[in-house]
Nanobody, 122 residues
């Protein structure tokens, strides 16, 4: 079992910036995701960082959000710039290790944080 603890959420105005942090002890060998869920909407995958250093972003945040990690500090970050009201959501940190076998994804582990609220006002 691993605990992931997010922080850094808050209220920011249109065009502002926030940096979300996620603390854990298993990031060095994990694929890390940031997800978000807005009220009455489905959860959305926002950003991914693989153990090899590859990144991927949702089209809605490309060029504005950056995912990164610090293995020494056991921290993962989501830098969010030029924030918009549609970015308002609870943001979740997720660390997982998985493989695919005959089309089925098999998880060695899949840990989630408790979420941190981000609110962008117009």
């Amino acid at each position: 079992q691993a605990d992931l603890v997010e922080s850094g959420g808050g209220l920011v105005h249109l065009g502002g910036s926030l940096r979300l942090s996620c603390q854990g002890s298993i990031f060095s060998d994990s694929t890390i995701h940031w997800h978000r869920q807005a009220p009455e909407k489905q959860r959305e995958l926002v950003a991914t960082l693989t153990s090899g250093g590859d990144t991927n972003y949702a089209d809605s945040v490309k060029g504005r959000f950056t995912i990164s990690k610090d293995n020494i500090k056991d921290m993962v970050y989501l830098e969010m710039n030029n924030l918009k009201p549609e970015d308002t959501a609870i943001y979740y940190c997720n660390a997982e290790k998985s493989s695919e076998y005959e089309g089925v994804i098999l998880y060695e582990y899949d840990y989630w944080g408790q979420g941190t609220q981000v609110t962008v006002s117009s």
